[in-house]
């Protein structure tokens, strides 16, 4: 069993940053891709933001510029640096791995509100 544990979520003004964190642990060989997805009330969940393995990244248009997805493959861990952020930012953040290649694992989701 392979668990995604969240952390960073929060509150905070537009103009203002946070960083999300996501620790994955268990039976873990390989985790490819890494990536982060929004959830907002009334809207279907979208991608983020996701990364390889090898260090390659893509980004949803409306966060291009202002987030930053990295990771830590000896720690199998994935942070999402966001900037700048908006209002319209808000949602449940959710963390997602494919685990040994065929499983895809999510997280229990953190709260980003960004007052404005």
């Known amino acids: 069993q392979v668990e995604l544990v969240e952390s960073g979520g929060g509150l905070v003004q537009a103009g203002g940053s946070l960083r999300l964190s996501c620790a994955a642990s268990?039976?873990?060989?390989?985790?490819?891709?890494m990536a982060w997805y929004r959830q907002a009330p009334g809207k279907q969940r979208e991608l983020v933001a996701a990364?390889?393995?090898?260090?390659?990244?893509n980004y949803a248009d409306s966060v291009k510029g202002r987030f930053t997805i990295s990771r830590d493959n000896a720690k199998n861990t994935v942070y999402l640096q966001m900037n700048s952020l908006k209002p319209e930012d808000t949602a449940v953040y959710y963390c997602?791995?494919?685990?040994?290649?065929?499983?895809?694992?999510w997280g229990q989701g953190t709260q980003v509100t960004v007052s404005s």
């Open positions: 990364i390889t393995s090898t260090g390659s990244t």
């Open positions: 268990g039976s873990i060989f390989s985790i490819d891709p």
């Open positions: 997602n791995a494919v685990v040994n290649t065929i499983w895809t694992y």
